[in-house]
């Protein structure tokens, strides 16, 4: 497969990370966790005007590793990101950021299977969080969308795969 990066988006809780993680494996690809670089330079704090992340600080997220991500791709190695990406404009950033092919899945699940699955988690976010990302990631689609709903991780796995060259 030719160097392409890869979004893999969607609500908290629909798999995104386990997904992404798998993927990056079967790919031999190099996977960054936008949640964990969000909080690891302090920009995941919510506006309370906004009542989410500012898009400004995914943008400085996108920003900070950038580099690498450049080198990553120029190095011929496949780059998944990890996000729940529920502002459009910093996909869209990305996009204009990166001259390489975009490859972008949505997954999707119903609010509750994402409740439920982020209450098994070892540090939940709660079930206002499910609901207030839930929300934000539904108000558009982006590339390919796939149900999670009732697969298991290995038949995601497989949907996305055939929509790899």
Excluded at 98 to 103: F, I, Q, S
Excluded at 107 to 130: M, N, Q
Excluded at 156 to 162: A, G, R, S
Aim: with cysteine; net charge positive; charged share 30%.
């Amino acid at each position: 497969m030719t160097p392409c990066y890869i979004i893999i988006r969607g609500p908290l809780g629909v798999g995104k990370s386990t997904i992404s993680i798998k993927l990056a494996k079967i790919l031999d690809a190099k996977p960054f966790a936008m949640d964990d670089i969000l909080h690891d330079h302090k920009l995941d704090k919510v506006d309370p005007e906004l009542g989410t992340i500012p898009p400004r600080n995914f943008s400085k997220a996108i920003d900070i590793i950038l580099p690498e991500v450049k080198r990553y791709l120029g190095n011929g190695t496949i780059v998944i990101f990890d996000g729940c990406f529920y502002h459009k404009e910093n996909i869209i950033d990305l996009k204009n950021k990166l001259a390489y092919e975009a490859k972008i899945f949505t997954l999707k699940a119903p609010v509750e299977t994402c409740i439920k699955r982020d209450r098994k988690r070892d540090l939940s976010y709660g079930e206002g969080a499910a609901q207030a990302v839930h929300n934000l990631v539904s108000r558009f689609d982006a590339g390919t969308v796939i149900k999670t709903e009732g697969k298991s991780i290995e038949e995601t796995l497989n949907e996305i795969l055939k929509h790899l060259p």
